[in-house]
């Protein structure tokens, strides 16, 4: 019973690197969201899809890139990794926008040095 | 911008103790409302949807008041495995968006034996 399965679970890179972090759900959800977590700073919503081939952005999209070219993936792009990026990643799906819950994956914790 | 508040806490209650959060909003279309739970480290879960006419889960009471766009959550004889930090989430539909999850920070219960 996998459900949302990040990867990696942790990183460290150097300013101007870049990295892909990878979303992956077995649950056929149609939706699927990125969010970053940072000290005392709620869930923040970077970008999201609606579906397969979609994308849109959420509330803090600068800096990233994501891409949904299958139903089950999305994936989130660092193309050049700064330390304001340095958080916590999650992932999330869900079937719809209405009362269906939201599933998380278990975070990517990533240090941008 | 704050758009969900939520008192941070921690709030230190003994075994047994009744304790209840507060939550406000400011987007007056928001339209769904839940409550997520989630424990130090982790991914955020599901804890309970509120419905307007108020719901109960067990020992977890959820209140709306759409007039005060506040809403509550009560934990009736609390656990040593309630200690999480609490999350209250909205949801908002306006201006054609697919209405997206808003994240209060979150207020944390550690409960003492």
């Known amino acids: 019973n996998a459900g949302v399965t990040q990867t990696p679970k942790f990183r460290v890179l150097k300013t101007g690197q870049s990295m892909t972090l990878l979303c992956a759900q077995d649950?056929?959800?149609?939706?699927m969201y990125w969010y970053r977590q940072d000290p005392g700073m709620g869930l923040r919503l970077i970008h999201y899809?609606?579906?397969?081939?979609?994308?849109a952005k959420g509330e803090v999209p600068d800096g990233y890139n994501v891409s949904r070219l299958k139903k089950q993936n999305f994936l989130l792009g660092l193309e050049s990794a700064a330390p304001s990026q340095t958080s916590v990643y999650f992932c999330?799906?869900?079937?719809?926008?209405?009362?269906?819950?939201?599933?998380f994956g278990d975070g990517t914790r990533l240090s941008i040095l | 911008r704050k758009e969900v508040e939520q008192d941070p806490g921690p709030f230190n209650v003994p075994e047994g103790a009744t304790v209840a959060f507060n939550c406000t909003y400011s987007?007056?279309?928001?339209?769904?409302f839940f409550w997520y739970r989630q424990d130090c480290r982790k991914e955020p879960k599901l804890l309970m949807s509120?419905?307007?006419s108020g719901n109960e889960d067990g020992r977890f009471t959820a209140q709306l008041n759409r007039a005060s766009q506040y809403i509550s959550l009560l934990i009736r004889d609390s656990k040593l495995s309630d200690s999480a930090t609490y999350l209250c989430?909205?949801?908002?539909?306006?201006?054609?968006?697919?209405?997206?999850?808003?994240f209060g920070k979150g207020t944390k219960l550690s409960v003492k034996p």
């Open positions: 649950m056929n959800h149609e939706y």
């Open positions: 987007n007056s279309a928001s339209q769904s």
């Open positions: 989430v909205v949801r908002a539909f306006y201006g054609g968006s697919q209405g997206n999850l808003i």
């Open positions: 899809s609606v579906g397969e081939g979609t994308t």
């Open positions: 509120v419905y307007s």
């Open positions: 999330a799906s869900s079937f719809g926008n209405s009362n269906q819950p939201q599933h």
